[in-house]
């Protein structure tokens, strides 16, 4: 097995983690559990068991860092006192995700990649959130997110 994380190996990996988000909205629709589908997204997608992630998803900004699984959680699908902010972002719901990237950096065990994601909601709305996203590779030949910034597009204030 490679240690080196492919260009590939990553578009597998965004389109599995975009409909897994997907998989979490079409629970909640269908007024479903969303706890063990929100856990298999972290615990699949995460590098947590390996050591730590740094996490700042793109609707935190009470408790915008989410270095531990349980913020992870709160974050997907809500619902959790210690992070009152959390409504749940895959419970939107949303009908695709589609990543758009800008670049990629490949090392031997590790890799990032920027750029653009586009979360298309059930009115075909498409949301643009900006990412840079980190991977590694453990130790069982998984890749795991390590590093995961989202935001907004910046807009420039007329005040000045």
Not at 8 to 29: M, P, R, S, T
Not at 45 to 64: C, D, H, M, S
Request: charged fraction near 25%; hydrophobic fraction near 35%.
């Amino acid at each position: 097995m490679s240690l080196k994380i492919t260009k590939e190996e990553i578009l597998n990996f965004q389109k599995e983690w975009g409909n897994a988000l997907v998989h979490i909205g079409k629970l909640y629709l269908e007024k479903k559990e969303l706890k063990e589908a929100g856990e298999q997204l972290v615990d699949k997608f995460y590098a947590f068991n390996e050591g730590i992630v740094l996490f700042k998803p793109t609707r935190a900004a009470q408790k915008q860092f989410r270095n531990t699984p349980e913020g992870a959680l709160s974050y997907f699908i809500g619902n959790n006192s210690n992070f009152p902010e959390d409504t749940g972002f895959a419970l939107q719901p949303w009908l695709k995700v589609r990543f758009e990237n800008h670049a990629f950096i490949l090392n031997n065990h590790s890799a990032i990649s920027m750029g653009n994601y586009f979360f298309t909601d059930p009115k075909g709305f498409h949301k643009k959130v900006e990412f840079t996203i980190g991977y590694i590779r453990t130790k069982t030949g998984q890749i795991k997110i390590n590093l995961h910034h989202s935001s907004l597009p910046f807009r420039q204030s007329s005040a000045r």
